[in-house]
């Protein structure tokens, strides 16, 4: 089984959380899909966790989602597209196969975090190291892409939607 970080939480699954200072600037979520099983800390109103299947379930709301780094990465960040109003956080690995098919193109904007982000293990202390990859946080939804643009979160911002006259146009990516 593929893993991202040097250890594992005690029950063997990889659940990592998101840093607490990253979802200080983001404000409030109405459901986390994929959240940790035990958390020092809420990321939502509402949370699914493995035992949930969060993936099968119906979604609402504004929409958190640091999905499990694995082979059903893309899955969760397509739902999270079709869903059109969430916040997801994953690794800047543009080349791969889920920012082909489910961000470019679709996502309102990308927020690439500055450095590389510590996650934290589910008894809420924090990862001796980093990630080891870079970081972006990807809106759906032109309100969340205002808030990633606006959130004070250090990195580089890229919009790929514009509101004109009240309506969104998404700007052009060439498919590869």
């Not at 397509?78 to 961000?103: M, P, Q």
């Not at 679709?106 to 690439?112: C, P, V």
Request: neutral net charge.
């Amino acid at each position: 089984m593929p893993h991202t970080f040097d250890n594992r939480v005690e029950n063997g699954k990889e659940e990592w959380l998101t840093p607490p200072h990253i979802l200080e600037h983001l404000g409030s979520f109405d459901l986390d899909p994929c959240a940790c099983t035990s958390r020092p800390w809420d990321t939502a109103r509402l949370h699914y966790t493995i035992a949930d299947n969060g993936l099968s379930k119906q979604w609402h709301g504004r929409v958190w989602c640091n999905p499990p780094y694995g082979s059903k990465i893309g899955q969760w960040v397509s739902k999270c597209a079709e869903h059109g109003n969430a916040i997801v956080l994953i690794f800047a690995r543009t080349d791969t196969r889920t920012f082909f098919d489910s961000i470019f193109g679709r996502a309102d904007g990308m927020l690439f975090i500055k450095g590389r982000l510590c996650f934290y293990h589910s008894n809420g202390q924090q990862a001796r190291f980093n990630g080891g990859a870079p970081s972006v946080l990807i809106a759906f939804g032109a309100a969340n892409a205002l808030c990633l643009k606006t959130s004070g979160i250090a990195g580089a911002w890229v919009g790929t939607t514009e509101l004109v006259e009240g309506v969104q146009i998404h700007h052009a990516t060439a498919a590869l």
